[in-house]
């Protein structure tokens, strides 16, 4: 875990859309917003979700890993960036690569788009903007003693199982106090209530934004 | 036997990372071979020019080492196989003949995807990559000796413009066209400062683009540019205005300035150039490969073709990524499965 980072506490997310917003004045990438919102059970439930991209420490950040281009460069301070302009392809495989579902991508334009922990504010000691606007907490930036001052006793895990690899990441997770502090938490990757299988023919499938499959030239 | 195997490993293991070098001086001694031939036995080099041939040569070594040490990598090394094995696959090109030049010209040549980021940018990006088309097809031929002008009369107006010592054309200098054929470079020249100066403008005015910019990674190559530029119609400048004033010494700094950019070439941002046509391997095989199509594992939407998904597993396995089956799942199932797992077994029913 970096010394000042987000802690995310889904527990306090109460769906506003403030950081979604908020994510969209960003300079770095300016109306268009990195941050997800997802609500997890609609229809049955308010709980809702913010991900940001998790910064993974161990295996580093395997979406620059698998990038083909050398497009996703990792600072030395941890903060795994968005893809360089002038080298990323759009292939789409750090959008697929990663366990937490973080990447963007712009078929028309040939370019990803992720979450870079607002480099232009915290490079120079500024929160990032998600973490500014949200009025629940939810999105906390600082460091842990920052974070204990103002929540005493409160406790973090950085670490996830994803389908039983342990992935360490520089962005962490608020957990119940009685939790073992060393369990890692679910990365939900195999989780699967409703398989639908085999690859289909082409045609067959609507496309959503998520997916990085384009039309055909 | 213990020693000889590991002998046997560490001979494997020096072959691996002398690739590059051997992939680098091997190529380069093909240039070489190829600028001794073209100038018809050195007969047509110009020796004036041999710092620019040398600096080709040193590139060319550049580019082919840094190409080999990057399809290295896991993902560029499948991502190389494959798009190089659709783009020259006789059945795509039965099957779609008009599909790989139609990629060239749109992602290469006018470079539709930087349109869909920028007009502004595309426009400046275009000035810069004609105006550079235009100088290499004309300097690098030149300093190589396969290019030459020719005159029977001696100092023309008639001349003969030869490419590896036969006639391509007969132009008349004094004429329109022998203008051009003159000043290519200065008009490639004023394509390029436009570009670059637009980029520098906007490096230091906007946000988004100053945000982790690299003076040596970002800057550079556009002072590079515009040096090369400004000095090369200083030149033109100085024979046409000055009557030759200056001409050695803006020479000489012209000459520093493109043998340096040439070395930083293959080491800085101006790699893209050799690594974009990746997005053109990438796209024919994902296009040849457009039959199949992987639905995500829990709702069913299309993740990518299959044959790019197995590409993109097999990568994640190449690097001991011991997850590659998130493959099979599209970004919000993940985040929404995470999410579920965390309310049901983290923090129960927040």
């Known amino acids: 875990m970096m010394g000042r980072t987000i802690v995310i506490d889904p527990g306090r997310c109460i769906g506003c859309q403030a950081c979604v917003s908020a994510c969209r004045e960003c300079d770095s990438h300016r109306g268009r917003s990195m941050i997800h919102l997802d609500y997890l059970d609609q229809g049955n439930s308010v709980a809702s979700s913010p991900t940001v991209c998790m910064h993974c420490e161990d295996p580093l950040a395997p979406c620059a890993q698998v990038c083909p281009a050398e497009a996703i460069l990792v600072t030395p301070d941890g903060v795994v960036h968005d893809a360089d302009k002038s080298r990323c392809i759009g292939c789409g495989n750090c959008v697929n690569a990663c366990p937490m579902g973080v990447p963007k991508i712009d078929l028309a334009a040939k370019l990803q788009f992720k979450c870079n922990l607002c480099y232009d504010r915290t490079s120079y000691g500024l929160a990032p903007m998600c973490a500014t606007v949200c009025p629940t ?56 209530p409703r398989v639908t299988g085999s690859p289909q023919p082409a045609g067959h499938l609507e496309p959503n934004a998520d997916n990085v499959l384009g039309e055909p030239l | 036997m213990l020693l000889k195997r590991h002998e046997q490993h560490f001979s494997f293991h020096s072959i691996g990372r002398m690739r590059p070098v051997v992939a680098g001086i091997v190529t380069a001694l093909v240039l070489c071979a190829a600028i001794y031939l073209g100038s018809r036995g050195l007969h047509n080099f110009d020796s004036a020019l041999a710092p620019y041939a040398i600096a080709s040569v040193f590139l060319a070594f550049g580019i082919a080492y840094r190409y080999t040490v990057w399809i290295s990598s896991p993902g560029a090394r499948r991502l190389f196989k494959k798009g190089w094995g659709a783009a020259l696959s006789w059945q795509n090109m039965r099957r779609a003949p008009t599909a790989l030049p139609r990629m060239i010209a749109t992602y290469l040549g006018f470079q539709k995807f930087l349109g869909a980021r920028s007009r502004s940018r595309w426009a400046a990006h275009q000035l810069i990559f004609w105006g550079c088309v235009l100088a290499a097809l004309i300097t690098f031929p030149l300093s190589w000796g396969w290019f030459t002008f020719t005159s029977p009369t001696g100092s023309g107006p008639q001349y003969s413009m030869n490419l590896w010592g036969f006639s391509l054309a007969k132009f008349d200098a004094l004429s329109v066209v022998g203008w051009i054929a003159f000043h290519g470079l200065d008009l490639a020249a004023v394509l390029v400062i436009a570009g670059a100066t637009y980029f520098l403008v906007r490096r230091m005015r906007d946000r988004e683009a100053g945000t982790g910019q690299r003076f040596g990674y970002d800057l550079v190559p556009l002072l590079a540019l515009i040096i090369i530029s400004v000095t090369g119609l200083l030149l033109t400048f100085s024979s046409v205005f000055l009557h030759g004033g200056g001409y050695q010494f803006l020479a000489v700094l012209h000459m520093a300035a493109v043998v340096l950019t040439l070395l930083y070439l293959p080491f800085g941002k101006f790699f893209h150039i050799a690594q974009r046509p990746a997005a053109v391997g990438m796209q024919l095989f994902k296009y040849t490969e457009h039959g199949s199509v992987q639905p995500c594992r829990v709702c069913g939407e299309p993740i990518d073709t299959t044959a790019y998904v197995e590409n993109l597993r097999g990568t994640m396995q190449d690097l001991k990524l011991g997850f590659d089956q998130v493959v099979l799942t599209c970004p919000r199932c993940k985040r929404l499965a995470r999410g579920q797992a965390y309310r049901t077994e983290v923090k129960r029913g927040f």
């Open chain 1, 137 to 192: 907490g939810s999105i906390f930036y600082g460091t842990l003693d920052e974070l204990r001052s103002e929540r005493p006793g409160v406790e973090v895990a950085s670490t996830f199982d994803i389908d039983g690899t342990i992935l360490s990441t520089g962005v962490a997770v608020v957990v119940p106090g009685d939790r073992p502090r060393d369990l890692p938490l679910p990365g939900g990757a195999g989780e699967h």
